[in-house]
């Protein structure tokens, strides 16, 4: 008796858990709906004349920040160097994405740098400050099971207007308090092509930012992380 009652229990908080859950994860998905095409324009520290040069013009936009104790330049390092393929949480996402869309393909994620990773499926460099902030964009079908990423030079992509696809610019970033410390930054911008493009990706975006949003958010730890592990002890 004392078992079934123990199991009825474990039971109903399963249920109440995955209640939560389930209420959660539709409460974002209707947020990204209503927020579509309401992009806030940056301010201030948050401003970014660098990523304005090649996409100043977008429909979602999300920002993602994190102090840390290192100097700019540790700390810009340690986010290129992250290693997605080291989060059982992102390879997850990644899969369930795969598992929802019917992909073809296998989430293998490349081995080196997040940057090399980016790179090796489609992503490309589209202006940088060194030692401070990279800006990485493609065009694709982010709706398609199978998506492809295409990288253009940086003219090309901020002239790019070919119907059906969606831009989408992404940034690391640091920026310096003081000697020893900064702020890691990192942003994330998109704007379909054309009406059609746009209802598909409205819908698709609505349904996978929690995941995306995760993703960004989970950056930030690491990074912080092993920039404060590289730092050089204060005198």
Known sequence: MADT?????ALRRLAAAVGVAVGSYAALVANAWLRYGHATQATGEESDPLLDGVMPDYEIVERHHV???APVGVTFAAAN??????SAIARAIFKARELVMGSHATATTPSGSFLTQMQAIGWGELARTPGREVVMGAVTQPWLADVVFHPLPPAEFTAFREPGYVKIAWTLRADPIGENESIFRTETRAVATDSISRAKFRRYWSFVSPGIILIRWM???PVKKDAERRAPPLA
């Open 5 to 9: 009652r123990r199991t009825d229990t």
């Open 67 to 69: 102090r840390v104790a």
């Open 81 to 86: 160097a992250i290693d997605f393929e080291r």
């Open 219 to 221: 950056m930030l730890g």
